[in-house]
């Protein structure tokens, strides 16, 4: 297929995720032209993700480099998603405050953390966004402009982001899949939803329960697999998780399963791509995606003004996964 000019952009996103859509709903209200070509994979990981934003149950140390990304972007969510639920109209099911259970089995509030409902956060993100269901094979930059491939034509572009998830190896990047899975209960009228929010550390596993407006949410386990099939191990780990909290009825839990983007030292890699111009890539999040979205997002703003202003250049060492937390 030709190029046509209704296939030319100013800035293409490429993966429509929790950071992609985010991202590009961040570039829209900067006032870009932005479109976001999708591939709806199998495995994404907004479909699977919790929506805790809790840097401290993540271990996110305060004052090394991811904990002080983390702090900013929690403190950035209530304005993030006021703006998202502003300009779509739909609720981000954002919650402060997070019930978590203490050893003595009673509950407590977590100050500073707080939850909310990934695939409702991407939802609104995209509302009102140009978005195209075609897969990204190949990226390439060429005299100022970035030409992407796709399975269904081509796509130029004066910048490019890319936020490819677990599948940003296809573009030169060390992210490899790790899988999660997760059970997600329906509740009854009857139950008491905010009985189950909170989370808790049990018998060496951490498994967690939070109410979302889908259900309740049972988390999540960590498997070096890009599998995107439900594990059955998993599966009872996370039944025994659900009755250790008292939940009844979850045998007849729906399974969910995600594929985190992972990268060797755990950190997200936001940057200039290392070899093509006027490509910024924004990937890697692994466990953190929610939480980081709007730090992200808001980075990625400025990585994408330098590259139409034709001042990125790609670093002259490889990418530095913690390039971000300067
Ligand atoms: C079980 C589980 C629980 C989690 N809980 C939390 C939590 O509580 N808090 C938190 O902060 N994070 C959590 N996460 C992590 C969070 O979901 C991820 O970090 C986040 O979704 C990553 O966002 P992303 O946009 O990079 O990837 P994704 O959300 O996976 O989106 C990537 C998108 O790119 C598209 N795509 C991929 N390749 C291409 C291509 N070549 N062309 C076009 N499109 C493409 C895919 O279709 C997909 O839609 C959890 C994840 C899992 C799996």
């Given at each position: 297929m030709n190029p046509g000019p209704s296939r030319e952009a100013e800035v293409l996103v490429v993966g429509g995720g929790l950071i992609g859509a985010c991202m590009a709903f961040t570039l829209r209200q900067a006032g870009y032209a932005v479109t976001v070509l999708d591939a709806d994979l199998p495995g994404a990981a907004w479909r699977a993700g919790a929506g805790l934003l809790s840097p401290?149950?993540?271990?996110?140390t305060p004052g090394?480099?991811?904990g002080v990304c983390a702090a900013e972007s929690l403190r950035q969510w209530p304005d993030f998603a006021r703006q998202l639920e502003g300009a779509s109209g739909?609720?981000?099911?954002?919650?402060?405050?997070?019930?978590?259970?203490?050893?003595?089995?009673?509950?407590a509030v977590t100050p500073g953390e707080a939850q909310l409902h990934p695939p409702s956060v991407v939802r609104a993100a995209r509302q009102g966004l140009p978005l195209h269901t075609e897969r990204v094979l190949h990226v390439q930059s060429r005299a100022g402009r970035v030409l992407l491939n796709t399975d269904q034509g081509t796509w130029p572009a004066r910048a490019v982001v890319l936020a490819a998830g677990a599948w940003s190896a296809a573009f030169g990047l060390p992210v490899t899949p790790v899988q999660g899975q997760a059970l997600l209960l329906a509740l009854d009228g009857s139950a008491d939803a905010a009985?189950?929010?909170?989370?808790?550390?049990?018998?060496?596993?951490?498994?967690?329960?939070?109410?979302?407006?889908?259900?309740v949410y049972v988390?999540?386990?960590v498997r070096h697999s890009a599998s995107v099939q439900p594990d059955p191990q998993a599966r009872r780990w996370l039944l025994a998780a659900a009755g250790r909290f008292g939940l009844d009825g979850a045998s007849g839990a729906a399974t969910l399963v995600g594929l985190r983007p992972g990268t060797p030292d755990g950190r997200p890699?936001?940057?200039?791509?290392?070899?093509?111009?006027?490509?910024?890539v924004a990937t890697g999040h692994g466990r953190h995606g929610a939480l980081l979205a709007p730090w992200t997002a808001r980075r990625v703003l400025g990585l994408v003004e330098r590259a139409l202003a034709g001042s990125a250049r790609p670093p002259r060492e490889r990418v530095s996964v913690a390039q971000g937390a300067r």
């Open positions: 401290d149950a993540e271990g996110l090394t480099p991811l739909l609720s981000v099911h954002y919650r402060e405050g997070v019930r978590c259970r203490q050893p003595d089995g009673t509950w009985a189950y929010a909170g989370r808790r550390r049990g018998s060496g596993a951490r498994a967690y329960t939070l109410t979302r407006p889908d259900g988390g999540a386990t890699i936001v940057a200039p791509h290392p070899v093509h111009a006027g490509v910024v």
